[in-house]
């Protein structure tokens, strides 16, 4: 059908309105949201950036469409509370690993099958002693001998006494994701410390180039570990030895972020000025946003936790950090496992209250009339229109005249 066709259905339809997830990507459709389907049009972060006069509002998130960004929206932006990946539905697909994980059953089913994972149970009175055993193997499958493929990829981790604590680094993002200045950041990170690794998953010879990279850089080859894509029912247990997780600067991760904090595992990142370099912070933020008041104090705030770094530098630092504070490390991965439970990112139920909560915010103001909203219109129909809105639990503001920053009761 056409965008004419499509257009002209939903209008005989008398849609409130329509959503554009596609933006300006393959097989999309923009003219057709320029005919107007149906009174409200909204962006959302299917495709994260403007969508140039098409649609009246953008759903954003604070750290990814913050205030100062309002600008640069032709449209009005709706910054919903939490941010959340739709596709983040982990405790559907992975929730018998939350709920057994911590166990004793648990911890000897997987000393059976792979080896213990754990190690010593771990509290800040063992965190010197913050170290544990691989629980697999990988064989190499008749790689090719180019010298730049790490040798230790054939034996994955099989740590002695000596060296079981250095540190873990997991990288599992798609090459293409990885720039110079992030291959920069883990080469001086990986050379603060001769016996940490850096963890890649195999992507059909396209991860070659990230390791010639970071042996330019000054990065040791036998510090690249690299290993197939793990089994899809156990990868998340397999994953969750490594010790904490780097983000890449240029594209951040997004899936693999979500899979990084289910894992339990903390993860760095440095917020850039795209959208798409701000989605790992926003799931961080998210995920401890979530973190409920216990006995009357605010437990590990997004600063406390040290994940999100404001510079190259301190990118480094925080993934340095565990050489000079294990007890910091620990804390974060204790308050990670303790608080998935109310985290917003994997609550699905949650997402979706506020997401048509915000569509029924919008519809409304169409019927209202937004200019009204705009200038502060006191009189009687708007105050009893306000009135309405409380009850239902919602609150509009406008801000700047550009911006709307939608406060959602919870669910």
Known sequence: MTAMEVASEANALSLALAVDLNGFVAHSMPDLFLLRPAPVVVADQGFPSTHGGIADYFHGHKVGSPPEYASFYSEKLVLLPHFANPLNNHWRLFGDMRRRR??????????????????????SADSDVYCRSHPFAYEEENESNEEFLPSSSRTYLHRTQEDRCRIVYAVFH?????????VGMWSDI?????????WLLKWTDSEKASVR?????????????ITPHLARASHLEDKAVADMFLDSHAYNAHGTCSEALWSEIPVV??????????VCAMLITSYLDGIVEEEGKQKHTCSEAGLVARSAFDYRYLAKSPYFDQDRLLHIRYCLRRYAASSPI??????????????????????????????????????????ERKRLGHTLSPIRNCLYHVVVVPC
């Open 102 to 123: 911590g166990t004793q059953e648990y911890r000897n089913e997987m000393k059976q099958k792979r080896g213990s994972i754990f190690g010593r149970v771990i509290n």
């Open 174 to 182: 798609n090459p293409y994701k990885v720039d110079n200045l992030t």
């Open 190 to 198: 990986l050379q603060h410390d001769r016996r940490s690794s850096l």
């Open 213 to 225: 990279a970071l042996s330019k850089s000054g990065a040791s080859t036998s510090q690249l570990l």
């Open 269 to 278: 990142t440095l917020p850039g000025l795209l959208y798409s370099q701000r």
């Open 346 to 387: 994997f609550d699905i139920r949650l997402f979706s209250c506020h997401f048509f909560r915000a569509f029924r915010l919008e519809v409304e103001v169409a019927t209202i009339g937004e200019s009204r909203m705009e200038s502060g219109e006191a009189d009687t129909n708007a105050k009893r229109e306000r009135c």
